[in-house]
């Protein structure tokens, strides 16, 4: 499991943080105010459920198995993108991302 301080030293990393199973924000850090990290924690947990309905519906519709269950997510654009797992996400400056070196830190 990640811990906000190892997200926030990767590359282009701007904010980090960690929630519950119902988006409730538990702790975050970063260059982010409280009430944008309380809506992040609310997307992570309801972009892994919508990701993992959709996951379980290819799964069953293609008859291949391995993209269910999700075990994290990355949305992009503009300047930035959000890194989700687990319980954890972080927000990074996509020109300096390493999404090789988020993803090995993020999961769980």
């Known amino acids: 499991m990640a811990r906000?301080?190892?997200?926030?030293?990767?590359?282009?990393?701007i904010a980090a943080g960690k929630f519950d199973n119902t988006g409730k924000l538990?702790?975050?850090?970063?260059?982010?105010?409280?009430k944008s990290a309380e809506i992040a924690a609310l997307m992570g947990v309801?972009?892994?459920a919508t990701s993992n309905m959709q996951a379980k519906g290819f799964s069953?519709?293609?008859?291949k198995d391995?993209?269910?269950p999700v075990q994290g997510f990355a949305v992009a654009a503009g300047k930035y993108a959000a890194c989700i797992a687990g319980d954890v996400g972080v927000f990074v400056e996509i020109e300096n991302a390493d999404?090789?070196?988020?993803?090995?830190t993020i999961m769980p």
């Not at 538990?26 to 409280?34: F, H, M, V």
């Not at 999404?99 to 090995?104: L, M």
């Open 4 to 13: 906000l301080q190892d997200l926030m030293a990767l590359p282009g990393a």
């Open 26 to 34: 538990l702790a975050y850090t970063g260059d982010i105010s409280e």
């Open 46 to 48: 309801s972009n892994l």
């Open 60 to 63: 069953t519709y293609s008859g």
């Open 66 to 68: 391995g993209f269910f």
């Open 99 to 104: 999404f090789d070196k988020i993803f090995s």
